[in-house]
């Protein structure tokens, strides 16, 4: 029938509920409740929920070289062998811990070995093995793409980045193609103002050439976006006015906002699961701007200081 959730046990709470162990109907639906009206702990719940699954997904994608599992398999049997080798009669006298000093009961334990096939293996092969295998495993992740930009990682669907960067994949796959094709600024000005009625920042870029734009809106605040290109490479800038996140319809993380006041704009990398893009975050006017591309950030902030 429930229980009492309060603010001492809703982590807790939320835990249980994104591991799908909350089986009682009526604490379900309250954790649902609390969930969509509670902002703060919305929050809480997409946040947890997004780094597990990253995690999970991150932890299913990596997996061991054949070549590092048949060196543990090889170390298995050579343990095993050199066990069979000097096997002897192991004691069924337990150790006291009380009769003996810590660290000598401790080597005892470790010492102590499993049976198998009939043979005893010491303990402390098995944990050499699992420091093997934690290793080689560390080493593969330390390999692989660092985790994504934590406001990326973090933002709900209202997150000015989180969209910039949904519709930058969306722009590369073909679901967002420009409404309105252009290489000139003023008419594509002309149709981003009669669609949205704001002044869009439509700059020229070096070296790229204006594809032309789409409009839309999420929630009633109207949105820009505009496509460069050259060759296979792509820019894309996503533009809105600064009042959708005033009135808190779309969201800017705080310590970004405060860094495109002090340097004027917000750089970052690895806003993807492919860890190969890049972003830049500015004001322009009235306009918040998001900028994202495959380029490198050193090559990124060279367009961008390039933009007239």
């Known amino acids: 029938m429930g229980v009492n959730i309060t603010n001492d046990n809703i982590d807790e709470f939320l835990t249980s509920y994104i591991d799908g162990q909350i089986n009682d109907p009526d604490t379900d639906n309250q954790l649902k409740s609390i969930i969509e009206s509670n902002e703060l702990v919305s929050k809480k719940y997409r946040a947890e929920l997004l780094t597990r699954n990253l995690f999970r997904s991150r932890l299913a994608s990596k997996e061991l070289p054949a070549s590092t599992v048949v060196k ?141 734009a789409a409009c839309d809106e999420y929630k009633g605040q109207k949105l820009a976006h505009l496509v460069y290109k050259s060759g296979r490479e792509i820019i894309y800038i996503y533009e809105t006015q600064v009042n959708s996140i005033h009135c808190k319809e779309l969201e800017l993380p705080e310590p970004v906002h405060y860094d495109i006041l002090k340097d004027k704009f917000y750089m970052c990398d690895k806003v993807d699961a492919n860890g190969d893009c890049t972003m830049i975050v500015w004001y322009k006017d009235n306009v918040v701007c998001a900028s994202v591309s495959t380029m490198t950030k050193q090559r990124m902030y060279s367009s961008f200081t390039s933009f007239k």
Do not use: C, W
């Open 72 to 212: 543990v398999n090889n170390s298995i049997n050579v343990l095993i062998k050199s066990a069979a080798g000097k096997r002897t009669a192991v004691s069924d006298k337990s150790t006291d811990i009380y009769s003996v000093g810590f660290f000598e009961y401790f080597k005892r334990l470790i010492s102590a070995p499993f049976v198998i096939r009939n043979v005893a293996v010491p303990r402390y092969a098995f944990a050499v093995i699992l420091i093997f295998i934690i290793v080689g495993t560390g080493l593969l992740m330390k390999n692989s793409n660092a985790e994504l930009n934590p406001y990326i990682a973090t933002g709900s669907e209202k997150s000015v980045m989180v969209q910039a960067m949904k519709n930058f994949h969306k722009i590369l796959t073909g679901d967002i193609k420009p409404e309105m094709k252009s290489s000139d600024k003023n008419q594509v000005k002309d149709f981003v103002k009669n669609k949205t009625n704001f002044e869009a920042y439509v700059p020229d870029i070096s070296d790229y050439v204006l594809e032309g």
